[in-house]
């Protein structure tokens, strides 16, 4: 089974700086997705990113991007120019297309704290 | 368009009690999902569905059933609630199957506390 692990329960940043939250995933499968989700206080999930295992190039949309090591399977996303508005908890989730569904599994979540 | 929405929002039940959770899609989508997050926890598949009069189970099924009778609608049932599914719940939908494309859009959560 596949497993996605965040090691860093909580993170801080201040404004304007550079945050990099951790991610890492187990699969036996050479095949698969990679996803940023958001979760701010009103709970609503938003995807932030997502990262296609076969392709070597890091995705990017607009301040967030990833770092995808597939040999070392470490996903971590990088937040530039940090705002208040990215005060949530980040969960990375992994994802494989089965024959009858795609699901996702989650990690447990790195809250992230952006300061004044 | 309000995308994926979920009635209720809060609930609370006592021990062996009765509900239907209700999760409603306007983007026509084929499939839809039903999660549950726990402190601490990533959130976890209950049951899916891959289109209307279809549905399947996830990682952690038991002590749940769905119906989704309408392609917009999915419900999920509890019917003899316990302590241990304390929990918010989310719904979510996709177009497809593929994680290339297909993303999956959550609704907001229902809070869902079982004395």
């Known amino acids: 089974a596949q497993t996605v692990t965040q090691s860093q329960p909580e993170m801080s940043v201040q404004e304007a700086e550079t945050v990099t939250l951790s991610c890492t995933y187990d699969?036996?499968?050479?095949?698969?997705?990679l996803f940023w989700y958001k979760q701010p206080p009103s709970r609503q999930m938003i995807l932030v990113i997502r990262?296609?295992?076969?392709?070597?190039q890091n995705a990017t949309e607009n301040r967030f991007s990833v770092n995808f090591q597939k040999a070392a399977k470490s996903f971590s996303l990088k937040i530039s120019d940090s705002q208040l508005g990215d005060a949530a908890m980040y969960f990375c989730?992994?994802?494989?297309?089965?024959?009858?569904?795609?699901?996702?599994?989650f990690g447990k979540g790195t809250m992230l704290l952006v300061s004044p | 368009n309000a995308g994926v929405t979920q009635t209720p929002k809060f609930r609370v039940l006592k021990t062996g009690q009765s509900m239907t959770l209700l999760c409603a899609q306007d983007?026509?989508?084929?499939?839809m999902y039903w999660y549950r997050q726990d402190p601490g926890m990533g959130l976890r598949l209950i049951h899916y569905?891959?289109?209307?009069?279809?549905?399947a189970k996830g990682e952690v099924p038991d002590g749940y059933n769905v119906s989704r009778l309408k392609k917009q609608n999915f419900l999920l049932g509890l019917e003899s609630a316990a302590p241990s599914q304390t929990s918010v719940y989310f719904c979510?939908?996709?177009?497809?199957?593929?994680?290339?494309?297909?993303?999956?859009?959550f609704g907001p959560g229902t809070r869902l506390t079982v004395l």
């Open positions: 979510a939908s996709s177009r497809g199957r593929q994680p290339s494309t297909d993303t999956q859009y």
């Open positions: 699969t036996s499968e050479s095949d698969y997705y």
């Open positions: 990262q296609e295992a076969y392709k070597q």
């Open positions: 989730a992994y994802s494989r297309p089965l024959s009858g569904y795609s699901t996702l599994t």
């Open positions: 983007m026509n989508h084929e499939y």
């Open positions: 569905s891959v289109g209307e009069g279809t549905t």
